[in-house]
């Protein structure tokens, strides 16, 4: 069976985003005051070919362990579904 997997990576909370401070700042200039707080972070699909659910979400999970998130300074989610 074949599963898609979205991801979201974002750093953590605690940590400065300087992107976002960035983006926030550019928001007040184009006349978007209203809007505070962004966080930037990244967006990640990918296809996984897997036997049932469990073992996609299994393989999803160590690719954001070892290589998509670094856990130390940001967090991830994902949703899986087949396709």
Same mark, same amino acid.
């Given at each position: 069976?074949?599963? $898609? /997997?979205?991801?979201?990576? !974002?750093?953590?909370?605690? #940590?400065?985003?300087?992107? &976002? $401070? /960035?983006?926030?700042?550019? !928001?007040?200039?184009?006349? #978007?005051?209203?809007?505070? &707080? ?46």
């Amino acid at each position: 069976m074949k599963f $898609k /997997a979205e991801i979201d990576v !974002m750093p953590l909370d605690a #940590l400065l985003d300087p992107q &976002g $401070k /960035a983006v926030t700042g550019s !928001m007040k200039n184009i006349g #978007l005051e209203a809007i505070d &707080g962004v966080r930037v972070g990244r967006h990640v699909r990918l296809f996984v070919e897997a036997d049932s659910s469990i073992s996609a979400e299994s393989m999803v999970e160590e690719a954001c362990k070892k290589l998509l998130a670094n856990q130390i300074m940001e967090s991830y989610t994902y949703q899986i579904e087949e396709v």
